[in-house]
C-alpha cells in the first residue's frame, strides 16, 4: 500500500549569526551566537528567559551530498557502519538538526545562544524550552560505539586533572568488605569522622561481624553507634543488612562477587534502609563491582560543570559515568573519591573557583 506523502512546508522563524562560516567537527561547547528572530514573532518568545536552556530546531542548510542509507558515525572508519537514522550524520533526507543550548540573554526579538552547533546563516525552524523533568532521560541505554566515538572525552580530562591536583585517595578507609558496609549505612546524613567513632566503639565491643550485629540488642547497638547520629534508625538498618547477609550468602562476602550485579543492586535495594547511594557505595567498594557511586557532591560538580543539567536524576547521573568511561572498579573507586575531595575543597554550596583545578573548563566558574 502506496503511503500518501502529504506536503509540508517550512519557514524559517530566523535565522543564526555567528563567526563559524564552515562546519567544523567539533568545538561547539563554547560557541556564542545571536539567532536573530522574525519581528513579527517577537511577543512569542515572552517567558522563554525564564530557562536556562532552550532547544533549536535548525535546517542544516549547507550540508552536503546524497543521504546514505548507512554510514560510520562521524565519518570514523574505525568506527561500525550502522543505519543513518541511527547515526546524528547532516546526509539525511531532511537536514534537520536539534540542539539544546544554553540561554544566556534575550533582547526582543535576538536571542544569545552558547553551545548551538549551527553556521552563520543557518535558517531556524523552530524553538523549544528545555524542560530536564521531560527532556533529560534517566537510565537512556546507547550502543557501545557511542562511548568510542569521542563525542565528550571530557569526564577522562577532568579525571586526569584531579588526579593530578589531589593524587590517589586510597578509598574505601576500611579493614574488611564488612567493615565498608557498615561504614556505607553510618555515613548517611552524617560526617565521616563521627563514622569513624562508631566504627571504633564497635569494634572494641566484638560487634563488628555481621553475626555478632544479629546478637547485639537493639538500644546496645544503638548506643555503640550513637556519634554518627540517628542512631536507632542506623542500628535497624545494621541489623537488616547483617540479616541479609546471613541469609543471602551465608554471612560469606567473598560470594558476593559471583553474583551479577543488576540482581545484587535488586537484592541490596530490598534491604531495609539500602538506597541507591549505599547499594551502589556497597557495589562498589566492599563487593569490587563497576558501579559509578552518585552523591550529593557529584551531582553538584556534574552539573556546574555543564555535563548534565541541574537537578539530574541519579540515574542519569550514572549514565553519564557508565556511558563515557571505561567500566573499571578502580577507576570509578578513585574518581568518585576526588570528586569528594573537589567538593570539600572548592566546589562547595559557595565554590571557590580562583583554587579549583578545573576553572578554565567550567562554564559555572566564578570570577574573583
Ligand atoms: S570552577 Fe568553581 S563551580 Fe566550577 S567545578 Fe571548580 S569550584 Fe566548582
Redesign the pocket.
Known sequence: MAIEQPEMTLKAIGFVKNQVTQPMPGGWKEIVSEIEIDHRLTEALDGLEGFSHVLVLFWMHRASGKPALKVHPKGKSELPLVGLFATRSPRRPNPLGETPVRLLARRGNILKVKGLDAINGTPVIDIKPYIPRDDAVAGAGVPPWVAQCGKDRRLEAIYRRLLKAYGPQHWWPAESPFEVMVGAILTQSAAWGNVEKAIVGLKEAGALTPEALRRQPLDELARLIRPCGYYNAKALKLKALAQWLGDFCGDDIDRLSAVDTETLRRELLSVHGVGEETADSILLYAVGKPVFVVDAYTRR?VS??GLAPEGVSYAACQALFKDYLPQDSGLFNEYHALLVS?AKD??RPR???SG?C??DK?P???SD
Open positions: 560538580i556546574r560543570l573537589l572548592v566546589c565554590p571557590r573557583c579549583c578545573l576553572a567550567c559555572s566558574r566564578l
